[in-house]
């Protein structure tokens, strides 16, 4: 039963994925569309996936940093492999193993408990999203307002109600759990990953502006540290796979809001897409080579 479950949602995420790429296709003009891909940018696109793998070494380095917070000490090419193996088969078999599994298990087998692992993953995805909001928090303001005022509005209540949550949250939690557990969360340990997070969602941001350099979208800076945090957020929802389609969707909207038409959103999205792939490569070659080890070793 679990394992139809499985396939079922995954079947489910393919069919949504599908749909949305069918209706933006449909909707525009694949001649236009192939004349904004013929004048890219190499330039820029190789400094967009310059800026994708900074930021990949940056959470190696931010989920490190957390787990030296209980004292476990490793070394930061395991943080960094681990990930990128996690990351590179969410890209290529999504829905069929765990990414995050996947690094819990490295963990435990390094010597972390199980659960301190298992909140590792937990908390560095939590920084992750704090530093997407900071972002909000400073851009929203002040440039924010090209965005209708209903769905602005809502964002801002939403990110300042996910702020008062998570401060909620931290204090519930350690009623019921052992403050040792939470220790990443807590001041002093709280400000590297906290930094990271910030530094690794604006250099998120940084390869959209490269990649908008490369499709020759002239935008003021400021509006992708607007619309880039939404986008990521909701492409990381569990509806797609690898957030294809939604991301390409969103972006379209944010874009035809701006004055730019369907076929920059569809460019700009699919752009992206194509970094998180050639990004996977170097993770599914570790995890190719960890796969042979352990068949060696049993």
């Not at 989920?63 to 917070?69: D, V």
């Not at 379209?252 to 699919?270: A, C, P, T």
């Not at 960890?290 to 060696?296: N, S, Y």
């Amino acid at each position: 039963m679990r394992k139809f479950k499985s396939y079922f949602f995954l079947f489910l995420r393919f069919f949504i994925t599908l749909s949305i790429l069918y209706i933006l296709f449909k909707k525009s003009n694949l001649e236009k569309l192939k004349e904004v891909f013929r004048s890219i940018s190499l330039g820029y696109y190789l400094l967009a996936l310059i800026c994708f793998n900074f930021f990949q070494l940056l959470i190696g380095l931010r989920w490190k940093s957390i787990c030296e917070a209980w004292g476990f000490k490793n070394k930061y090419i395991f943080y960094l492999k681990s990930y990128l193996m996690g990351f590179s088969l969410n890209t290529v078999f999504p829905g069929i193993v765990g990414g995050d599994l996947l690094r819990t298990f490295f963990l435990t087998k390094a010597g972390l408990n199980w659960k301190k692992a298992s909140l590792s993953v937990l908390f560095d995805r939590f920084f992750g999203f704090l530093g997407s909001l900071l972002i909000l928090v400073c851009a929203l303001p002040f440039y924010g307002k090209f965005l209708p005022y209903k769905f602005y509005s809502t964002i801002l209540y939403i990110i300042y109600g996910f702020i008062f949550i998570g401060f909620l949250s931290q204090f519930i939690l350690s009623k019921y759990f052992s403050l040792d557990y939470l220790k990443p969360l807590l001041f002093p340990y709280n400000i590297k990953p906290g930094f990271l997070g910030f530094f690794v969602q604006f250099f998120f941001v940084l390869q959209f502006i490269f990649l908008g350099k490369a499709l020759h979208l002239d935008l003021k800076y400021f509006y992708f540290f607007v619309i880039i945090p939404v986008v990521s957020f909701l492409s990381a929802l569990p509806v797609s796979i690898s957030g294809l389609g939604v991301r390409e969707g969103t972006l379209s909207y944010f874009l035809s809001l701006l004055n730019y038409s369907l076929e920059y959103g569809i460019s700009l999205g699919l752009l992206g897409y194509s970094l998180i792939l050639i990004s996977s490569l170097p993770g599914l070659y570790f995890y190719l080579r960890e796969k042979k080890l352990w068949k060696q070793d049993s």
